[in-house]
């Protein structure tokens, strides 16, 4: 089965830095996703990490570290926009992803 | 946009009765999964289509029912409803072959049961 751990809630400034964590647990591996989820709106693809490393795409950017079973999201230059919910997700067999509980950011000025 | 739509946005019903949750899909996208979203939890899944036929269906109950159409639409059906059905309901969609990164959800169906 897969098992996700993510942080409740974050807060942070705007322009700052901000990390998002997430560990898994998953029996067969096949990469790992970050959705950005804005209140009472749909989830939308940020990332996919399949290899380990650093993969970054403007202001986020996504870490894997596969042996370790653990991936961060990290935002820069924070925007008030940027406050949301952030879930990570992995492929539970070729069906479904499971989704961990979200962390939910908050901007402040 | 992501070209995938849901109807209604919103939804109130009562313990017992029945719900039909509608989906539609890009035109191509021969997958779609359904998926429930509890107040503060991730999305669980539900079940999913292909081709009009269920592939793959999570830890929901038999009185949650699902239909593809050739249109590329779908429902959600859900019999004797219970308070616990209260979320949000969202749709995600695929073309064939393709990879997760290319599913689409979308704005999803916002149920209440009282």
């Known amino acids: 089965g897969q098992n996700i751990d993510q942080p409740t809630e974050m807060t942070a400034t705007e322009g700052a830095i901000v990390q998002i964590n997430c560990t898994y647990q998953?029996?067969?591996?096949?990469?790992l996703f970050w959705y950005q989820q804005h209140a009472g709106e749909a989830p939308t693809f940020l990332s996919y990490n399949v290899l380990d490393g650093l993969e970054e795409k403007g202001r986020f950017s996504s870490f894997l570290s596969r042996s370790k079973g653990y991936s961060y999201l990290l935002l820069k230059e924070l925007q008030m926009k940027d406050s949301a919910s952030y879930l990570c997700a992995v492929p539970g067999g070729f069906q479904k992803l499971v989704f961990g509980t979200g962390t939910r950011l908050l901007v402040s000025p | 946009e992501t070209g995938v739509t849901q109807s209604p946005t919103h939804l109130i019903k009562t313990r017992g009765q029945q719900v039909t949750l509608r989906c539609s899909s890009q035109s191509g996208h021969n997958t779609v999964s359904w998926y429930q979203q509890a107040l503060g939890q991730g999305p669980q899944f539900i079940f999913q289509y292909y081709r009009e036929e269920e592939n793959g269906r999570g830890n929901f109950p038999p009185r949650f029912s699902g239909l593809q159409f050739p249109n590329y639409s779908s429902e959600l059906n859900v019999n004797a409803l219970e308070l616990d059905d209260s979320a949000l309901y969202l749709c995600a969609s695929r073309p064939p072959g393709q990879g997760w990164e290319t599913q689409y959800f979308g704005p999803g169906t916002r149920l209440l049961v009282l």
């Open positions: 998953t029996s067969g591996f096949n990469g």
